[in-house]
């Protein structure tokens, strides 16, 4: 299974409820704080929903 890196890139305040905690459910916490997860479905959908505060890659 393939590794993805995922980085905050805007503010999560103002944004609503369920996208700061998808934020957290990430381990993201501050603007452009790195995390890395397998690419699993699951974290795929997560990175959807917040698609618009993060940047995403891949990690060969």
Known sequence: ????????????IGRLKNQKRTLEALGLRKINQTVEHEASATILGMVNKVKHLISVEEIK
Do not use: E, H, L
């Not at 299974?1 to 999560?12: A, E, G, L, Y």
């Open 1 to 12: 299974m393939s590794k993805i890196r995922v980085t905050q890139v805007k503010s999560q």
